[in-house]
């Protein structure tokens, strides 16, 4: 699974960290979601689409 989150965290000036505490998980958690090594879950997926002002759609590419 690719994603857009590296990007998205970017354009908003958010380090892993800031995302991390905005959506209540530790900064791995963001590292692993941003190296596509982790599935998250349906309410992490939602919690971080939220905190990045985009849709889960935009954020997570399945392949």
Known sequence: ??????E??????LTQEDLARK????R?????LEKGK???SLQL????AKALKTTVDE???FK
């Open 1 to 6: 699974m690719k994603t857009r989150i590296k």
């Open 8 to 13: 998205l965290r970017a354009r908003y000036d």
């Open 23 to 26: 959506v209540g998980v530790r």
């Open 28 to 32: 791995e958690t963001i590292v692993f």
């Open 38 to 40: 982790y599935n998250p």
């Open 45 to 48: 997926a939602h919690d971080v």
């Open 59 to 61: 954020l997570f590419m």
